[in-house]
């Protein structure tokens, strides 16, 4: 119980230090998905994606991707997203939006 509380604290902190950069999809008074993204002043993060397995297909996903415009608004034009190796729905959606596998080392 006090872990849940730290962690939902620790959420709303990070909410307050970045309120344009992360966002929630509804349809029908439903949650569809969600971006958890920020920033360091110089390069941004996408955190945590997620699209509710009954809105897959419907481009919920892809329209999270769009959203580091507000990321660029502020000056930063490199972005970063992890995904696991072992998301390889992911992964497809990904390089089919052009995205590329990187190496630590090429960061």
Known sequence: MIWMIQKRELMEEFLKRNPTTC????????IAG????????R???LYH???DEQCRGRR?????????????????????LF???RNRRGQKVLEKMG???RTPEER
């Open 23 to 30: 966002f929630v999809a509804v349809e029908e008074s439903e």
């Open 34 to 41: 969600a971006i958890i993204a920020g920033h360091d002043g």
């Open 43 to 45: 390069r941004g993060r």
């Open 49 to 51: 994606t997620t699209t």
């Open 60 to 80: 919920v996903g892809g329209s999270w991707l769009n959203q580091p415009k507000s990321l660029r608004r502020r000056g930063i034009t490199k972005v970063e």
């Open 83 to 85: 995904v696991f190796n």
């Open 99 to 101: 995205f590329a596998a």
